[in-house]
């Protein structure tokens, strides 16, 4: 029936509980059509915009059974042992149950996920309208702007957190490698590859995550820059050049000969059996242009790699001469394939506990909870910070060509708007190794006179 209707593999779709589609027909039409038009990332739909479109269809079906079981004078569990839960489609949403699964969602998520989930129903109804499946929109607007009534509004940090390079080098060195740790993580130097790539490139958690093997060089193969540029799609599917150091390919090459190689081949029974069951995604080959991008050759066609999607990329495997698996993700798991987002927010949640239990004066301070995206946040300071110095340095120098750092962050971050990094400016401006120094000097100056004084 999947293929009659055209539905692509790892599309999402819905389906009730005696197996019909009775009441979640146009989630799926519009989830199909979505893909089929480019709409959506695949990914975008798996991940969250399918949960964000069957919540408030439970919502209005458990709503609406319990006015029913009002009418009828019983409770709700007696009235669902006569009656099902009614299939109501998304469609039947009146504007009142929307506000009412506003504030009950509202008070379960942050305000930022809210917006995004309330986003995603936005536009699902402006999809019905068009489609004439209801005549207006239950989403309230107002305004010349059409703004959004139910959408909350988020205060935004004036400073990002991050880490200053003591900090980040405990965290990465005591932390993600459990340098001196009790009991270090099971794969140290994949760990400490990742954080690394993190905070030096500024990527996010699953471009990061998600990276091929093929994408980043050996150290031998590097330029004589010392740099090497990729391009990487990531958020709004939009891409972006992302430029490795020499310093983390090292780490990387690392983690290439002591761990990598082990873990592939502990993994080749289950890889196998998933192969069996067609949930790889077998390239012929991989190669590299002349200009240095790398090539994937899937069904006879090729591929340049940074259009694969993250999907595809955590599946995609070769099979080598001998008849052995290959994954080509960068960073695998002790299955062979590339380990989830839900596995490196779990990383750096054990990594935070083995910082905090070296009791060092390095760790990270107790307000900043350290994460993937902190990493990124403390690349933007760093950089800004170190573009900003050279161009007071060089500014005396006519011939000294420097862009505008903001947008140089701006692009390295892939952010839509240069507002969004000009949050990062104010840290940038006070951001300075030398700081906590001066700072402890004149707090150690004020508090000795300080004692002068209640001496006298």
């Given at each position: 029936m999947l293929n009659h209707q055209s539905v692509p593999d790892g599309l999402p779709f819905l389906i009730e509980d005696d197996g019909s589609f009775t009441g979640v027909w146009s989630i799926n039409h519009y989830l199909r059509d979505a893909q089929r038009q480019q709409g959506l990332d695949l990914g975008a739909m798996k991940r969250?915009?399918?949960y964000n479109l069957a919540r408030p269809t439970r919502f209005i079906r458990q709503a609406r059974a319990l006015v029913a079981a009002g009418n009828a004078g019983i409770d709700l569990d007696a009235w669902l042992e006569v009656h099902s839960m009614p299939k109501v489609d998304l469609t039947a949403m009146t504007r009142e149950e929307l506000t009412d699964y506003s504030q009950a969602r509202g008070q379960e998520v942050a305000a930022t996920t809210w917006n995004t989930e309330l986003g995603t129903i936005a536009a699902f109804f402006d999809y019905a309208v068009k489609q004439g499946w209801v005549e207006a929109s239950p989403v309230p607007r107002w305004g010349q702007?059409?703004?959004n009534t139910l959408a909350r509004r988020v205060k935004h940090a004036r400073d990002p957190k991050f880490l200053n390079e003591v900090q980040l080098r405990h965290f990465l060195k005591t932390g993600l490698r459990g340098d001196g740790a009790t009991e270090r993580p099971a794969?140290?130097?994949r760990d400490y590859s990742y954080g690394v790539l993190l905070a030096s490139t500024g990527v996010r958690r699953e471009e990061g995550g998600f990276l091929l093997d093929c994408e980043i060089p050996a150290l031998a193969a590097m330029p004589s820059d010392g740099i090497w540029p990729f391009t990487r799609i990531g958020k709004g599917q939009q891409p972006r050049t992302v430029y490795v150091t020499a310093e983390l390919v090292r780490a990387i090459d690392l983690y290439r000969t002591v761990e990598r190689p082990a873990v592939i081949r502990a993994a080749q029974s289950g890889l196998r059996a998933l192969r069996r069951e067609g949930?790889?995604?077998v390239a012929e080959s991989v190669e590299h242009r002349s200009d240095g991008r790398a090539v994937v050759r899937l069904n006879g066609k090729e591929v340049v790699?940074?259009?694969?999607?993250?999907?595809d990329r955590a599946r995609l495997v070769v099979i080598s001469d001998r008849g052995d698996i290959e994954p080509l993700a960068l960073f695998v798991s002790r299955r062979g394939l590339a380990p989830d987002v839900k596995?490196?927010?779990?990383?750096?949640v054990a990594a935070r506990a083995r910082a905090?239990?070296?009791g060092s004066d390095q760790r990270p301070p107790q307000h900043i909870t350290v994460t993937p995206h902190v990493m990124r946040h403390t690349f933007a300071v760093r950089l800004l910070s170190a573009l900003m110095r050279e161009g007071q340095r060089t500014q005396q120098d006519p011939y000294a060509l420097m862009a505008n750092p903001v947008l140089t962050v701006m692009q390295l971050?892939?952010?839509?708007?240069a507002e969004t990094t000009q949050r990062y400016l104010y840290a940038a401006e006070r951001y300075s190794e030398e700081l906590p120094a001066a700072l402890k000097k004149v707090a150690t100056v004020s508090a000795s006179r300080a004692g002068e004084g209640s001496e006298q």
């Open positions: 969250s915009h399918v702007r059409n703004r794969h140290p130097e949930r790889l995604l790699a940074y259009r694969l999607t993250d999907e596995h490196w927010n779990e990383t750096f905090h239990a070296s971050l892939g952010h839509a708007s």
